[in-house]
């Protein structure tokens, strides 16, 4: 498989988290490579209050602010961490939340961001790298895109501020979407 480059990435947050529904997350854990079919994604950017990088680059957001195809983890509530991707362009903090997996090859356990990222071994460890060149052993592969007519978009979930966003993306009656959807 042909992994995502990075003028991929390098491009509008909205249209980047629309356009990796159907692609494939990859993750190497020794001689193991689990893989899933991206299902539901959000998008944040640096204008939008309920982005990490609202409030600029911190210590905590400074992966957001690399450039395209970088992974920023983060770690919620104590006890779940959240993948997200680098978009747009350096200095300029944008990312998309990969929020559920369909998984191939017997992988479950993937509907929802804090599941996956433990089901596939995701955590800070991972922060900074990058997906183009494969840095951690993670990566994401070209897939068949989703027909627009497959895409569901819809408010954010499980956010405080700018509720209103429709920058929640989600393929139509797919399972393996978090359990937030109305689909």
């Given at each position: 498989?042909?992994?995502l480059?990075?003028d991929?990435y390098a491009r509008?947050?909205?249209?980047?988290a629309?356009?990796?529904?159907g692609?494939v997350?990859c993750?190497s854990?020794g001689d193991?490579?689990?893989?899933g079919?991206?299902?539901?994604?959000?998008?944040?950017?640096?204008?939008d209050?309920?982005s990490?990088?609202?409030?600029?680059?911190?210590?905590?957001?400074?992966?957001?602010?690399q450039e395209?195809g970088?992974?920023?983890?983060?770690?919620i509530?104590?006890m779940?961490h959240?993948l997200?991707?680098?978009?747009d362009?350096?200095?300029y903090?944008?990312?998309?939340?990969?929020?559920a997996?369909?998984?191939?090859d017997?992988?479950?356990?993937t509907n929802?961001?804090?599941?996956?990222c433990?089901?596939?071994?995701?955590?800070?460890?991972?922060?900074?790298?990058?997906?183009?060149r494969r840095d951690?052993n993670i990566?994401?592969?070209?897939?068949?895109?989703?027909l627009p007519?497959?895409?569901?978009?819809?408010t954010?979930?499980?956010i405080?501020?700018a509720?209103?966003y429709?920058?929640?993306?989600y393929?139509?009656?797919?399972?393996?979407v978090?359990?937030?959807?109305?689909?």
């Amino acid at each position: 498989m042909i992994t995502l480059t990075k003028d991929f990435y390098a491009r509008d947050t909205l249209i980047v988290a629309r356009e990796l529904l159907g692609q494939v997350l990859c993750r190497s854990i020794g001689d193991v490579v689990l893989r899933g079919h991206i299902v539901e994604t959000e998008a944040y950017t640096q204008e939008d209050p309920a982005s990490h990088a609202f409030r600029k680059c911190t210590l905590r957001a400074k992966a957001m602010f690399q450039e395209p195809g970088t992974v920023y983890v983060y770690f919620i509530y104590g006890m779940y961490h959240c993948l997200n991707i680098v978009t747009d362009m350096e200095n300029y903090g944008s990312a998309v939340l990969i929020r559920a997996l369909e998984g191939l090859d017997g992988l479950s356990g993937t509907n929802g961001p804090g599941k996956l990222c433990r089901t596939m071994g995701i955590d800070l460890d991972c922060n900074g790298r990058n997906l183009v060149r494969r840095d951690g052993n993670i990566w994401i592969e070209h897939a068949t895109p989703i027909l627009p007519e497959n895409i569901i978009q819809t408010t954010r979930v499980g956010i405080r501020r700018a509720t209103n966003y429709p920058w929640r993306f989600y393929i139509r009656n797919n399972k393996f979407v978090s359990t937030f959807s109305v689909s």
